[in-house]
Structure formats: structure tokens, C-alpha cells
């Protein structure tokens, strides 16, 4: 199943610490993709925030100026 498979790459990303760009470029998927997934999927989007580090910002890419 294809999500699934670039799901387990990109939280896989993340727990290694990669920024979220970097992580969805190892999952071959886009940025915008994810965060697509990530607005429709609650699964997904627990596992990202389990993925993530503790105590920093949404791992870069999401910065707003």
C-alpha cells in the first residue's frame, strides 16, 4: 500500500532527526503531500507528533516570518 510505505520512511526521517523537507524528500514524496496526508489522516498525523523531537519546533520547513 503506497501511503503506508512512504509514511514508515518519512516518520522514519523525522525520528532520526531530519527536517521535515528532508524527510519527505527521503520518502519520495513532497512537502505539500504530507501535510495533505497529515490533515486528512489522524493516524498519521499522531505518528508525527510521536516522531518528532521533544522540546524542539515542527523539525523546520514550517517556519513563517
Known amino acids: 500500500d503506497m501511503p503506508r510505505r512512504w509514511e ?3 516518520l522514519e526521517a523525522l525520528r532520526r532527526g531530519a527536517r ?3 524527510a519527505a524528500r ?3 514524496v513532497s512537502v505539500g503531500t504530507v501535510y495533505e496526508h497529515r490533515r ?4 498519521f498525523r499522531a505518528a508525527w507528533s510521536e516522531a518528532q523531537p521533544k ?3 515542527a523539525n523546520g520547513g514550517d517556519r513563517r516570518r
Open 8 to 10: 514508515a520512511a518519512f
Open 20 to 22: 521535515l523537507d528532508q
Open 26 to 28: 527521503r520518502a519520495g
Open 40 to 43: 486528512a489522516n489522524e493516524r
Open 55 to 57: 522540546g524542539g519546533r
